[in-house]
DNA sequence: TTTTTTTTGTACCGATCGGTATGTAACTGC
DNA sequence: GCAGTTACATACCGATCGGTACAAAAAAAA
Protein backbone atom coordinates (compact mmCIF):
# COMPACT_ATOMS: atom_id res chain seq x y z
CA UNK A 1 0.00 0.00 0.00
CA UNK A 2 1.57 3.42 -0.96
CA UNK A 3 0.96 5.73 2.12
CA UNK A 4 -0.55 9.15 1.95
CA UNK A 5 1.96 11.74 1.26
CA UNK A 6 0.14 14.57 3.12
CA UNK A 7 -1.00 14.90 6.79
CA UNK A 8 -4.83 14.42 7.75
CA UNK A 9 -4.31 16.40 10.97
CA UNK A 10 -2.36 19.33 8.77
CA UNK A 11 -4.98 19.68 6.03
CA UNK A 12 -7.94 19.42 8.31
CA UNK A 13 -6.40 22.29 10.05
CA UNK A 14 -6.21 24.41 6.94
CA UNK A 15 -9.47 23.41 6.04
CA UNK A 16 -10.75 24.36 9.04
CA UNK A 17 -9.21 27.88 8.84
CA UNK A 18 -10.74 28.53 5.26
CA UNK A 19 -14.32 27.61 6.74
CA UNK A 20 -13.61 29.86 9.81
CA UNK A 21 -12.79 32.88 7.45
CA UNK A 22 -15.43 32.67 4.97
CA UNK A 23 -18.39 29.90 6.17
CA UNK A 24 -19.42 27.14 4.40
CA UNK A 25 -21.37 28.64 1.48
CA UNK A 26 -18.23 30.80 0.20
CA UNK A 27 -15.43 28.25 0.65
CA UNK A 28 -14.43 26.70 -2.36
CA UNK A 29 -13.32 23.62 -3.01
CA UNK A 30 -10.88 24.94 -4.89
CA UNK A 31 -9.84 27.30 -2.50
CA UNK A 32 -9.63 24.46 -0.04
CA UNK A 33 -7.91 21.74 -1.85
CA UNK A 34 -5.44 24.94 -2.54
CA UNK A 35 -4.72 25.76 0.89
CA UNK A 36 -4.78 22.30 2.20
CA UNK A 37 -2.53 21.48 -0.61
CA UNK A 38 -3.86 18.19 -1.37
CA UNK A 39 -5.62 17.49 -4.70
CA UNK A 40 -9.83 16.94 -4.73
CA UNK A 41 -9.16 13.04 -5.35
CA UNK A 42 -7.21 13.10 -1.76
CA UNK A 43 -9.85 15.09 -0.38
CA UNK A 44 -12.40 13.18 -1.30
CA UNK A 45 -10.94 9.80 -0.07
CA UNK A 46 -10.24 11.31 3.28
CA UNK A 47 -12.87 13.33 4.44
CA UNK A 48 -16.04 11.86 2.12
CA UNK A 49 -17.10 15.36 0.85
CA UNK A 50 -17.64 19.06 1.68
CA UNK A 51 -20.16 18.69 4.02
CA UNK A 52 -17.56 15.98 5.49
CA UNK A 53 -14.92 17.92 5.63
CA UNK A 54 -16.97 20.74 7.12
CA UNK A 55 -18.31 18.59 10.00
CA UNK A 56 -14.93 17.63 10.83
CA UNK A 57 -13.85 20.97 10.95
CA UNK A 58 -16.26 21.71 13.00
CA UNK A 59 -15.53 19.11 15.50
CA UNK A 60 -12.20 20.52 15.66
CA UNK A 61 -12.96 23.97 15.68
CA UNK A 62 -15.57 23.14 18.54
CA UNK A 63 -12.80 21.27 20.57
CA UNK A 64 -9.92 23.72 20.29
CA UNK A 65 -12.38 26.07 21.34
CA UNK A 66 -13.24 24.69 24.31
CA UNK A 67 -10.27 24.19 25.91
CA UNK A 68 -8.93 28.11 25.17
CA UNK A 69 -12.21 29.43 26.35
CA UNK A 70 -11.51 26.98 29.57
CA UNK A 71 -7.83 27.37 29.68
CA UNK A 72 -8.62 30.82 29.80
CA UNK A 73 -10.75 31.03 32.47
CA UNK A 74 -8.32 29.14 34.95
CA UNK A 75 -5.81 31.21 34.05
CA UNK A 76 -7.29 33.56 37.08
CA UNK A 77 -8.71 32.14 39.93
CA UNK A 78 -11.32 35.23 40.67
CA UNK A 79 -14.18 35.11 38.78
CA UNK A 80 -14.38 38.48 37.61
CA UNK A 81 -10.32 39.18 36.51
CA UNK A 82 -10.93 35.77 34.73
CA UNK A 83 -14.08 37.14 32.75
CA UNK A 84 -12.04 40.37 32.08
CA UNK A 85 -8.79 39.07 30.84
CA UNK A 86 -11.27 36.14 29.01
CA UNK A 87 -12.95 39.57 26.88
CA UNK A 88 -9.69 41.50 26.80
CA UNK A 89 -7.77 38.50 25.02
CA UNK A 90 -11.07 37.66 22.55
CA UNK A 91 -10.35 41.77 21.94
CA UNK A 92 -7.16 41.04 20.89
CA UNK A 93 -7.93 38.12 18.25
CA UNK A 94 -7.74 34.86 21.17
CA UNK A 95 -5.66 32.02 19.97
CA UNK A 96 -5.65 33.28 16.09
CA UNK A 97 -4.40 36.92 17.07
CA UNK A 98 -6.55 37.83 14.76
CA UNK A 99 -10.23 40.36 15.88
CA UNK A 100 -11.91 39.92 12.56
CA UNK A 101 -11.87 36.06 12.13
CA UNK A 102 -14.96 35.49 14.71
CA UNK A 103 -15.75 32.18 15.55
CA UNK A 104 -16.69 29.22 13.48
CA UNK A 105 -19.46 27.84 15.69
CA UNK A 106 -21.14 31.20 15.54
CA UNK A 107 -20.70 31.50 11.93
CA UNK A 108 -22.19 28.28 11.58
CA UNK A 109 -25.41 29.54 13.85
CA UNK A 110 -25.68 32.37 11.47
CA UNK A 111 -24.92 31.65 8.04
CA UNK A 112 -26.81 27.68 8.53
CA UNK A 113 -29.46 27.63 11.56
CA UNK A 114 -32.11 26.49 11.48
CA UNK A 115 -31.98 25.08 7.76
CA UNK A 116 -28.59 22.54 8.23
CA UNK A 117 -29.86 20.34 11.84
CA UNK A 118 -27.08 18.58 12.31
CA UNK A 119 -24.48 21.02 12.24
CA UNK A 120 -26.98 23.74 14.21
CA UNK A 121 -27.27 21.10 16.66
CA UNK A 122 -23.45 21.11 16.88
CA UNK A 123 -22.82 24.27 17.34
CA UNK A 124 -25.56 24.89 19.45
CA UNK A 125 -23.94 21.94 22.26
CA UNK A 126 -21.12 24.09 21.82
CA UNK A 127 -22.38 27.10 23.33
CA UNK A 128 -24.29 25.07 26.08
CA UNK A 129 -20.89 23.70 26.89
CA UNK A 130 -19.36 27.31 26.70
CA UNK A 131 -22.41 28.13 28.91
CA UNK A 132 -21.74 25.64 31.33
CA UNK A 133 -17.94 26.87 31.78
CA UNK A 134 -19.06 30.09 32.69
CA UNK A 135 -22.02 29.18 35.03
CA UNK A 136 -18.93 26.90 36.69
CA UNK A 137 -16.56 29.64 37.11
CA UNK A 138 -19.39 32.27 38.54
CA UNK A 139 -20.53 29.43 40.78
CA UNK A 140 -16.69 29.09 41.91
CA UNK A 141 -17.32 33.09 42.59
CA UNK A 142 -20.17 32.61 44.63
CA UNK A 143 -18.77 30.00 46.92
CA UNK A 144 -15.44 31.85 48.12
CA UNK A 145 -17.78 34.98 48.85
CA UNK A 146 -15.94 37.05 45.58
CA UNK A 147 -19.29 37.34 44.31
CA UNK A 148 -22.40 39.17 45.86
CA UNK A 149 -24.87 36.62 47.13
CA UNK A 150 -28.12 36.34 45.51
CA UNK A 151 -27.22 35.84 42.01
CA UNK A 152 -28.20 32.72 39.52
CA UNK A 153 -25.03 31.58 38.28
CA UNK A 154 -26.78 29.77 35.59
CA UNK A 155 -28.62 32.93 34.31
CA UNK A 156 -25.09 34.87 34.03
CA UNK A 157 -23.65 32.52 32.69
CA UNK A 158 -25.89 32.71 29.64
CA UNK A 159 -26.14 36.63 29.63
CA UNK A 160 -21.95 36.26 29.46
CA UNK A 161 -22.48 33.87 26.38
CA UNK A 162 -24.83 36.04 24.78
CA UNK A 163 -22.52 38.89 25.31
CA UNK A 164 -19.35 37.43 24.28
CA UNK A 165 -21.12 36.01 21.17
CA UNK A 166 -22.37 39.79 20.50
CA UNK A 167 -18.68 40.73 21.11
CA UNK A 168 -17.41 38.61 18.73
CA UNK A 169 -19.62 39.02 15.98
CA UNK A 170 -18.86 43.21 16.35
CA UNK A 171 -15.06 42.50 16.94
CA UNK A 172 -14.93 41.20 12.79
CA UNK A 173 -15.17 45.10 11.64
CA UNK A 174 -12.34 46.03 13.91
CA UNK A 175 -14.08 48.75 15.83
CA UNK A 176 -12.21 51.42 17.55
CA UNK A 177 -10.08 50.39 20.92
CA UNK A 178 -12.23 53.17 22.90
CA UNK A 179 -15.57 51.29 21.64
CA UNK A 180 -14.56 47.90 22.56
CA UNK A 181 -12.92 48.99 25.88
CA UNK A 182 -16.07 50.46 26.71
CA UNK A 183 -18.41 47.57 25.81
CA UNK A 184 -16.19 45.26 27.99
CA UNK A 185 -16.20 47.03 31.34
CA UNK A 186 -19.95 47.45 31.36
CA UNK A 187 -20.28 44.13 29.99
CA UNK A 188 -18.58 42.98 32.86
CA UNK A 189 -21.03 44.96 35.48
CA UNK A 190 -22.85 42.05 34.85
CA UNK A 191 -21.29 39.85 37.84
CA UNK A 192 -21.52 42.25 41.00
CA UNK A 193 -19.13 42.03 43.46
CA UNK A 194 -19.74 41.57 47.19
CA UNK A 195 -19.23 44.43 49.61
CA UNK A 196 -15.77 44.50 50.92
CA UNK B 1 -43.74 52.93 -22.23
CA UNK B 2 -44.75 50.32 -20.98
CA UNK B 3 -45.83 50.37 -17.55
CA UNK B 4 -44.31 47.58 -15.25
CA UNK B 5 -46.18 44.48 -14.13
CA UNK B 6 -44.84 44.22 -11.17
CA UNK B 7 -44.24 46.69 -7.53
CA UNK B 8 -40.71 47.22 -7.04
CA UNK B 9 -41.11 47.53 -3.54
CA UNK B 10 -42.70 44.18 -3.10
CA UNK B 11 -40.09 42.97 -5.13
CA UNK B 12 -37.55 44.15 -2.95
CA UNK B 13 -39.60 43.52 -0.02
CA UNK B 14 -39.24 39.54 -1.20
CA UNK B 15 -35.77 39.40 -1.83
CA UNK B 16 -34.88 41.09 1.47
CA UNK B 17 -36.50 37.90 3.01
CA UNK B 18 -34.84 35.79 1.38
CA UNK B 19 -31.27 37.29 1.76
CA UNK B 20 -32.16 38.01 5.27
CA UNK B 21 -32.91 33.91 5.98
CA UNK B 22 -30.06 32.66 3.80
CA UNK B 23 -28.08 35.37 3.66
CA UNK B 24 -26.12 36.46 0.42
CA UNK B 25 -24.22 33.50 -0.55
CA UNK B 26 -26.48 30.83 -0.67
CA UNK B 27 -29.33 33.18 -1.79
CA UNK B 28 -29.28 31.80 -5.56
CA UNK B 29 -30.87 34.31 -8.61
CA UNK B 30 -33.32 31.42 -9.19
CA UNK B 31 -34.83 31.46 -5.94
CA UNK B 32 -34.57 35.41 -6.01
CA UNK B 33 -36.80 35.79 -9.22
CA UNK B 34 -39.57 33.44 -8.31
CA UNK B 35 -40.13 34.63 -4.55
CA UNK B 36 -40.05 37.98 -5.90
CA UNK B 37 -42.07 36.50 -9.03
CA UNK B 38 -40.17 38.20 -11.32
CA UNK B 39 -38.20 37.22 -14.64
CA UNK B 40 -34.09 37.59 -14.45
CA UNK B 41 -34.28 40.42 -16.97
CA UNK B 42 -36.31 42.63 -14.76
CA UNK B 43 -34.31 42.23 -12.02
CA UNK B 44 -31.51 42.96 -13.67
CA UNK B 45 -33.13 46.40 -15.16
CA UNK B 46 -34.27 47.14 -11.90
CA UNK B 47 -31.64 46.43 -9.46
CA UNK B 48 -28.69 46.05 -11.26
CA UNK B 49 -26.98 42.78 -10.78
CA UNK B 50 -27.39 40.16 -7.64
CA UNK B 51 -24.68 42.80 -5.51
CA UNK B 52 -27.28 45.80 -6.20
CA UNK B 53 -29.86 43.81 -4.88
CA UNK B 54 -28.72 42.94 -1.63
CA UNK B 55 -27.55 46.34 -1.09
CA UNK B 56 -31.15 47.36 -1.23
CA UNK B 57 -31.96 44.86 0.58
CA UNK B 58 -29.68 45.66 3.21
CA UNK B 59 -30.41 49.57 3.45
CA UNK B 60 -34.32 48.01 3.30
CA UNK B 61 -33.58 46.06 6.15
CA UNK B 62 -31.78 48.57 8.41
CA UNK B 63 -34.09 51.28 8.20
CA UNK B 64 -37.21 49.23 9.11
CA UNK B 65 -34.95 47.32 11.70
CA UNK B 66 -34.17 50.85 13.51
CA UNK B 67 -37.30 51.75 13.24
CA UNK B 68 -39.00 48.64 15.17
CA UNK B 69 -36.00 49.45 17.25
CA UNK B 70 -37.27 52.94 18.19
CA UNK B 71 -40.83 51.76 18.08
CA UNK B 72 -40.02 49.28 20.65
CA UNK B 73 -38.26 51.41 23.14
CA UNK B 74 -40.95 53.94 23.14
CA UNK B 75 -43.42 51.76 24.14
CA UNK B 76 -42.16 52.11 27.48
CA UNK B 77 -41.01 55.47 29.01
CA UNK B 78 -39.18 53.61 31.94
CA UNK B 79 -35.68 52.18 30.96
CA UNK B 80 -35.92 49.11 32.14
CA UNK B 81 -39.29 47.87 31.06
CA UNK B 82 -38.61 49.20 27.83
CA UNK B 83 -35.51 47.14 27.22
CA UNK B 84 -37.06 43.82 28.75
CA UNK B 85 -40.11 44.59 26.50
CA UNK B 86 -37.69 44.68 23.89
CA UNK B 87 -35.88 41.64 24.64
CA UNK B 88 -39.34 39.88 25.15
CA UNK B 89 -40.34 41.00 22.10
CA UNK B 90 -36.96 39.37 19.72
CA UNK B 91 -37.39 36.47 21.60
CA UNK B 92 -40.73 35.70 20.18
CA UNK B 93 -39.69 36.90 16.71
CA UNK B 94 -40.25 40.07 16.53
CA UNK B 95 -41.94 41.54 13.55
CA UNK B 96 -41.27 38.71 11.82
CA UNK B 97 -43.19 36.48 13.71
CA UNK B 98 -40.04 34.24 13.67
CA UNK B 99 -37.31 33.86 16.06
CA UNK B 100 -34.94 31.53 13.84
CA UNK B 101 -34.77 34.22 11.02
CA UNK B 102 -31.99 36.41 13.08
CA UNK B 103 -30.82 39.66 11.75
CA UNK B 104 -29.56 40.76 8.41
CA UNK B 105 -27.63 43.15 9.64
CA UNK B 106 -25.84 40.65 12.25
CA UNK B 107 -25.83 38.24 9.36
CA UNK B 108 -24.28 40.29 6.89
CA UNK B 109 -21.37 41.16 9.79
CA UNK B 110 -20.81 37.89 10.20
CA UNK B 111 -20.68 36.25 6.94
CA UNK B 112 -19.31 39.29 5.20
CA UNK B 113 -16.93 40.92 7.08
CA UNK B 114 -14.39 42.15 6.85
CA UNK B 115 -14.25 40.94 3.11
CA UNK B 116 -16.76 43.08 1.39
CA UNK B 117 -16.21 46.51 2.83
CA UNK B 118 -19.01 48.57 1.72
CA UNK B 119 -21.21 45.94 3.38
CA UNK B 120 -19.48 45.65 6.38
CA UNK B 121 -19.58 49.11 6.30
CA UNK B 122 -23.42 49.64 6.64
CA UNK B 123 -24.16 47.06 8.42
CA UNK B 124 -21.03 48.35 10.92
CA UNK B 125 -23.28 52.16 10.64
CA UNK B 126 -26.57 50.53 11.51
CA UNK B 127 -24.99 48.79 15.17
CA UNK B 128 -23.61 52.42 15.81
CA UNK B 129 -27.06 53.77 15.59
CA UNK B 130 -28.67 51.14 17.83
CA UNK B 131 -26.35 51.54 20.10
CA UNK B 132 -27.04 55.88 20.39
CA UNK B 133 -30.56 54.55 20.55
CA UNK B 134 -29.94 52.55 23.51
CA UNK B 135 -27.52 55.14 24.93
CA UNK B 136 -30.34 57.58 24.56
CA UNK B 137 -32.72 55.84 26.35
CA UNK B 138 -30.42 54.71 28.93
CA UNK B 139 -29.57 58.65 29.74
CA UNK B 140 -33.27 59.39 29.63
CA UNK B 141 -33.41 56.76 32.57
CA UNK B 142 -30.17 58.42 34.21
CA UNK B 143 -31.75 62.04 34.28
CA UNK B 144 -35.15 60.79 35.52
CA UNK B 145 -33.59 59.39 38.36
CA UNK B 146 -35.08 55.65 37.59
CA UNK B 147 -31.44 54.53 37.04
CA UNK B 148 -28.73 54.47 39.78
CA UNK B 149 -26.58 57.41 38.94
CA UNK B 150 -22.73 57.01 37.81
CA UNK B 151 -23.61 54.46 35.02
CA UNK B 152 -22.06 54.79 32.01
CA UNK B 153 -24.81 55.14 29.55
CA UNK B 154 -22.73 55.08 26.07
CA UNK B 155 -20.48 52.32 27.24
CA UNK B 156 -24.05 50.35 28.78
CA UNK B 157 -25.85 50.84 25.48
CA UNK B 158 -22.58 49.09 23.98
CA UNK B 159 -23.06 46.14 26.26
CA UNK B 160 -26.23 45.89 26.00
CA UNK B 161 -26.48 46.22 21.76
CA UNK B 162 -23.85 42.99 22.18
CA UNK B 163 -26.20 41.19 24.44
CA UNK B 164 -29.07 41.50 21.89
CA UNK B 165 -26.53 40.14 18.95
CA UNK B 166 -25.65 37.77 20.88
CA UNK B 167 -29.40 36.36 22.28
CA UNK B 168 -30.68 36.95 18.17
CA UNK B 169 -27.66 34.88 16.82
CA UNK B 170 -28.88 32.09 19.85
CA UNK B 171 -32.49 32.42 19.26
CA UNK B 172 -31.93 30.96 15.52
CA UNK B 173 -31.76 27.76 17.36
CA UNK B 174 -35.21 28.37 18.68
CA UNK B 175 -33.80 27.41 22.90
CA UNK B 176 -36.41 26.40 25.25
CA UNK B 177 -38.48 29.31 26.73
CA UNK B 178 -36.32 28.84 30.08
CA UNK B 179 -33.25 29.16 28.81
CA UNK B 180 -34.26 32.78 26.76
CA UNK B 181 -36.20 33.93 29.87
CA UNK B 182 -32.91 33.45 31.89
CA UNK B 183 -30.77 35.17 29.57
CA UNK B 184 -33.07 37.85 29.45
CA UNK B 185 -33.43 38.22 32.97
CA UNK B 186 -29.86 38.22 33.74
CA UNK B 187 -28.90 40.56 31.13
CA UNK B 188 -31.66 43.09 32.09
CA UNK B 189 -29.28 43.11 35.40
CA UNK B 190 -26.84 45.51 32.95
CA UNK B 191 -29.37 48.37 34.34
CA UNK B 192 -28.91 48.74 37.84
CA UNK B 193 -32.08 50.68 39.82
CA UNK B 194 -31.69 53.46 41.52
CA UNK B 195 -32.66 52.84 45.25
CA UNK B 196 -36.08 53.48 46.03
C1' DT C 1 11.73 -8.43 -8.99
C1' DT C 2 7.09 -9.02 -9.28
C1' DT C 3 2.54 -8.53 -7.50
C1' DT C 4 -0.82 -6.11 -5.07
C1' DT C 5 -2.83 -2.23 -3.07
C1' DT C 6 -3.57 2.45 -2.30
C1' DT C 7 -2.70 7.34 -3.42
C1' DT C 8 -1.93 10.64 -6.54
C1' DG C 9 -2.43 14.02 -10.55
C1' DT C 10 -5.00 15.02 -14.66
C1' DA C 11 -8.74 15.56 -17.04
C1' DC C 12 -13.37 15.48 -17.10
C1' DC C 13 -18.60 15.29 -15.62
C1' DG C 14 -23.45 17.38 -15.27
C1' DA C 15 -25.56 21.04 -12.78
C1' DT C 16 -25.94 25.42 -11.36
C1' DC C 17 -24.02 29.81 -10.79
C1' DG C 18 -24.58 35.02 -12.07
C1' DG C 19 -25.62 37.50 -16.07
C1' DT C 20 -27.41 38.69 -21.04
C1' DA C 21 -29.01 38.71 -26.18
C1' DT C 22 -33.15 38.71 -28.63
C1' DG C 23 -37.58 38.96 -30.21
C1' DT C 24 -42.26 39.92 -28.85
C1' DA C 25 -45.94 41.92 -26.11
C1' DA C 26 -47.89 45.96 -23.92
C1' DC C 27 -48.54 50.42 -23.23
C1' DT C 28 -48.16 55.93 -24.35
C1' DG C 29 -48.24 59.82 -27.38
C1' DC C 30 -49.61 61.19 -31.63
C1' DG D 1 -54.83 53.28 -35.69
C1' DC D 2 -49.94 54.02 -35.91
C1' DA D 3 -45.15 54.92 -34.16
C1' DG D 4 -42.12 54.80 -30.67
C1' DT D 5 -40.60 53.08 -26.48
C1' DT D 6 -40.20 50.12 -22.69
C1' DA D 7 -40.77 45.72 -20.19
C1' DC D 8 -41.43 41.20 -20.72
C1' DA D 9 -40.46 35.91 -21.34
C1' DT D 10 -37.53 32.58 -23.43
C1' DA D 11 -33.51 30.82 -24.35
C1' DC D 12 -28.92 31.04 -23.97
C1' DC D 13 -23.85 32.38 -22.37
C1' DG D 14 -19.16 31.27 -20.17
C1' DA D 15 -17.52 30.22 -15.65
C1' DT D 16 -17.51 27.86 -11.69
C1' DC D 17 -19.66 24.79 -8.62
C1' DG D 18 -19.21 20.04 -6.12
C1' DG D 19 -17.85 15.61 -7.40
C1' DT D 20 -15.53 11.50 -10.12
C1' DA D 21 -13.16 8.15 -13.80
C1' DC D 22 -8.97 6.77 -14.93
C1' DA D 23 -4.36 5.68 -15.31
C1' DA D 24 0.31 6.54 -13.71
C1' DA D 25 3.11 6.29 -9.58
C1' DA D 26 4.68 4.67 -5.24
C1' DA D 27 5.26 1.80 -1.64
C1' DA D 28 4.49 -2.94 1.02
C1' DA D 29 4.19 -7.92 0.55
C1' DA D 30 5.75 -11.78 -1.86
Redesign the pocket.
Known amino acids: ??????DEEQALDAAMRVFWAKGY?A??????TEKMN?????????FG???G?FGRSLDRYTTRHLEYIQRMLERESAVIPAFKSLLNDLAEGGRAGDPTLGCLAVLTLDELAPREAEWTEKAWAHQLRLAELFRNKIAEGLESGELAPGQDAEALGRALLASVIGLTVMLKTLPDRAFTESTISATLTLLKEAQS
Open positions: MRPRAFEASLSELIRKPSLYATDKRL
